[in-house]
């Protein structure tokens, strides 16, 4: 009696599946759906600054949303490596105080950055990653930098990084 049952519930789904089968599509001619979207692209950015590993200088890109001013930039080398960018080795020797910044083009080209502590105490390799971090900010050819810090002036400095 069982097999019965069976037969007749797997005949049921036979029928089922053969009349859902036969549904289908109907050909049409060319549809037309219009224009393509117009209008530009939300610029992506990326962000190059230069931190240290194994005390040499590292150009690090991280992904950016707009477009960053320099001495914002200059703002996240002195807050250092994300954990990622520590978990590679990678560290910074610009102090956290050195912000704020504030960056100025020279009608030559040439950058000055000004930070809140003395130039003079910042070691050589700080010196470096805030001359090129703020010299990859800078569009065209590579900018020669000065760094300045409380009356006290480093530079000027190409990025040899």
Known sequence: ??????RRVLAA??????AVAGCG????????????????????????LYLVKNGRLNAVTRPGGP??????????????????????????DVPTDAGPFSVTAKPTGDLVVNL?????????????QIACTAAATAPGSPA???????????GPRNCQG
């Open 25 to 48: 599509v109907r050909p049409s001619g060319v549809i037309v759906g219009g224009d393509p979207p117009a209008g530009g692209v939300a610029p992506t950015t990326t962000i190059t």
């Open 13 to 18: 789904g036979l029928i089922s599946l053969v």
């Open 67 to 92: 477009p960053l001013s320099p001495a914002d930039t200059l703002a996240l080398l002195a807050a250092g490596p994300t954990a990622r960018e520590q978990a590679h080795g990678l560290t910074t």
């Open 1 to 6: 009696m069982r097999t019965g049952l069976a």
């Open 116 to 128: 809140s502590t003395p130039a003079g105490e910042l070691s050589t390799l700080a010196v470096e």
């Open 144 to 154: 020669q930098v000065t760094v300045v810090g409380a009356g006290q002036s480093v």
